[in-house]
Nanobody, 114 residues
Framework: QVQLVESGGGLVQPGGSLRLSCVASGSIFNDYHVAWYRQAPGKQRAKVAWITRNGDASYQDSVKGRFTVSRDNVENALYLQMNSLKPEDTGVYYC????????WGQGTQVTVPS
């Protein structure tokens, strides 16, 4: 199975920035529409940003204008640049295909205190 490893999270103050990375163990990852999911405290996982196989990006309304999703097919990687962070961005961030085809990784924690 493809292994997904998320990294880059941390604790940042409101208004700060983070860049998350998701590295897949196989190039098959590049053939899928993929997404960043956030699991906020006490909530279900939800997509916050996603990108097609061809690089077309879409966003949840709450992050539009602040987050940028991108991918690098050479590195089998997915990225999320997060700017102007808000407390509501807090959660564990995971990557996967939009069909959730792969085994979930451990995620990376993003904490933005109030």
């Amino acid at each position: 199975q493809v292994q997904l490893v998320e990294s880059g999270g941390g604790l940042v103050q409101p208004g700060g920035s983070l860049r998350l990375s998701c590295v897949a163990s196989g190039s098959i990852f590049n053939d899928y529409h993929v997404a960043w999911y956030r699991q906020a405290p006490g909530k279900q996982r939800a997509k916050v940003a996603w990108i097609t196989r061809n690089g077309d990006a879409s966003y949840q309304d709450s992050v539009k204008g602040r987050f940028t999703v991108s991918r690098d097919n050479v590195e089998n990687a997915l990225y999320l640049q997060m700017n102007s962070l808000k407390p509501e961005d807090t959660g564990v961030y995971y990557c996967n295909s939009i069909a959730e085809s792969f085994r979930w990784g451990q995620g990376t924690q993003v904490t933005v205190p109030s």
